[in-house]
C-alpha cells in the first residue's frame, strides 16, 4: 500500500473531512480513502466531437443562413524559372 502526504490542508476542510468521517463512524484517514476512490471511480465521460458540442449547444437557438459568393476561375501559379 502506498502512502499520501498532504500539505497545506485548509483547516475548514480538515475540519470538515473530520465531521465527516464522524458522521459516517470512519477515522479522517479513512474517510479520505472512500472520498478518492468514489471520485476515481466514476466514469468521465470520453472525449466527444467538439463541433457537436457546439452545435449541441447552439442549435436550438436558430441557426444562421450565409449566402456564399459564387466560386471564380483560380489564379494562374506563379512561375519560379525567371
Excluded: Y
Excluded at 483547516?11 to 479520505?32: F, T, Y
Excluded at 471511480?41 to 457537436?52: H, I, L, T, V, Y
Amino acid at each position: 500500500m502506498a502512502t499520501l502526504t498532504i500539505r497545506k490542508l485548509d483547516e475548514r476542510l480538515k475540519a470538515r473531512l473530520r465531521i465527516r468521517a464522524a458522521r459516517h463512524g470512519r477515522s479522517m484517514e479513512e474517510e479520505a480513502r472512500v472520498i478518492l476512490k468514489s471520485g476515481l471511480d466514476r466514469q468521465e465521460p470520453p472525449p466527444g466531437n467538439p463541433a457537436a458540442a457546439i452545435r449541441e449547444i447552439f442549435e436550438p437557438l436558430g441557426g444562421v443562413e450565409l449566402e456564399l459568393p459564387s466560386r471564380g476561375p483560380g489564379r494562374e501559379p506563379p512561375v519560379f524559372s525567371e
